[in-house]
């Protein structure tokens, strides 16, 4: 029996999700109304039922879409005549071609086109990361498929709005770029419900919900905040009743939705804002990852965007890599110059005890970087590879983010691969 973010939650390794997902029995459809249905899984997807058809938001992941499929098809067997994708991750599209049938209209917004070709672009150098972000095997790349090479399914794209009736129900489709470029809300006024995709609940946050990834780190342009600040206000202004989230639970009742998208709007902007008012006095990115906090009356966790990888992310989105130091304009990177620190201190012995000293003294990244040097000079210090490893537990014990864990997981199974092969 598949469960709620099963997938998502192998990915983010993170133990408090997993739990949370465990009480989830995705087996079960939701009747959302007795028109809306809804199958939770990674990512939910949606059926709307009308008297001339039917319409689904959304297909899931390509692994769990046909589950998806038959369980919606149980409550309604008739025709499906639109798709209305919100957004073009893996985890919604994957179940296009289960619907597709003659005469299906599939919908997205126009920068769904770029954005399925920039995945596909850049695949190769995706596959690595996501299979050590969602902790899997790497995905098989075939040979590059060009620029523009990926498989557009969509045969309805708008650029700001776009609206249908089908069977006397009228959707109303908005752009509201968010976590992706190309996210879209579904709006139904006769149900007064929206359909946001992910730029609420992220992979399925319980509440208090997380900030969200203005940046994820497996790799993706930087979010850009103001956009998904403007999108949360257009949700907001349609005063919904029921907010149906790409991942997790709907949200119920005006007031509930205001107050949770509200806080989650003005967090963003919180963080965005600090970001360019540093920026404007003249701080460095490092000193605002480490100088910017949510203020606890937000109530948002970090558990699966945190506010320093946002704050660079935002950073390095308005203004690229260059800080300014000629040093770093060139292709050497500081860790060229490492072997030579590691001859400069008498050999690797030294710096791994100031490793451990750091480590100590409660500072565990500074053992993680000092550990970097040791390794550029010798690949296969045991020494190095043991206060590395150290360092790494310490962090995984402590880390409150699922993705932070997730990568921690990463680092001490390749940490532990290159102890065993000494
Ligand atoms: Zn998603």
Same mark, same amino acid.
Request: aromatic share 14%.
């Given at each position: 029996m598949h469960r709620i973010l099963s997938v998502a939650l192998l990915l983010c390794a993170g133990v408090g999700l997993r739990a949370y997902a465990a009480?989830?029995?995705?087996?079960k459809v939701v009747k959302i109304n007795d028109s809306i249905y809804m199958v939770?899984?990674?990512?939910n997807v949606y059926m709307v039922t009308t008297p001339d058809g039917n319409v689904i938001i959304d297909t899931a992941a390509s692994d769990l879409a046909a589950e998806a499929k038959t369980l919606l098809a149980a409550e309604s067997r008739a025709p499906v005549k639109y798709i209305i994708l919100t957004h073009g991750h893996a985890d919604h599209i994957g179940g296009i071609p289960l619907w597709e049938q003659p005469g299906i209209q599939i919908i997205a917004q126009r920068n769904y086109v770029e954005f399925v070709n920039y995945v596909t672009r850049l695949e190769g150098f995706f596959a690595p990361r996501n299979a050590a972000a969602f902790n899997r095997p790497p995905k098989e790349v075939g040979p590059w498929a060009g620029n523009y090479g990926a498989k557009i399914d969509p045969t309805i794209l708008f650029d700001q709005e776009y609206t249908f009736t089908l069977g006397g129900v009228e959707f109303q489709l908005f752009s509201t770029p968010g976590e992706t470029p190309d996210h879209l809300t579904a709006w139904i006024p006769a149900y007064k419900a929206?359909?946001?995709?992910? #730029?609420?609940?992220g992979i399925g946050i319980?509440? &208090?919900m997380s900030f969200p990834n203005i940046y994820a780190i497996r790799g993706t342009?930087?979010?850009w905040a103001l956009d998904w600040i403007n999108s949360l206000d257009k949700v907001l202004a349609l005063k919904p009743e029921v907010v149906l989230n790409g991942h997790g639970e709907p949200i119920l009742g005006n007031q509930e939705i205001n107050q949770r998208l509200t806080r989650y709007r003005d967090a963003i902007q919180y963080v965005h804002d600090a970001v360019v008012k540093g920026m404007n006095s003249g701080k460095d990115v490092f000193t605002l990852m480490q100088e910017i906090r949510l203020p606890?009356?937000?109530?948002?966790?970090?558990?699966?965007?945190k506010v320093s990888w946002s704050v660079r992310g935002i950073y390095d989105g308005y203004a690229?890599?260059?800080?300014? #130091?000629?040093?770093?304009?060139?292709?050497?990177? &500081?860790?060229?110059?490492y072997p030579d620190l590691v001859k400069a201190a008498g050999g690797p012995d030294p710096v791994v005890r100031l490793a451990l000293e750091k480590l100590n003294a409660g500072k565990p990244v500074e053992t993680l970087h000092l550990t970097d040097v040791v390794l550029a000079y010798d690949q296969k210090n045991s020494a190095a590879l043991d206060a590395r490893l150290k360092a790494l537990n310490y962090l995984r014990e402590r880390s409150q983010n699922y993705v932070e864990a997730g990568w921690l997981e990463y680092g001490i199974t390749k940490t532990k691969e290159k102890l065993a092969s000494q």
């Open positions: 009480d989830q029995d995705q087996t939770p899984t990674s990512g929206a359909f946001i995709g992910d #730029n609420y609940a319980p509440e &208090p342009k930087p979010r606890p009356s937000f109530n948002l966790s970090e558990s699966f965007g690229g890599w260059f800080d300014m #130091n000629p040093s770093t304009m060139y292709e050497l990177p &500081p860790s060229s110059v």
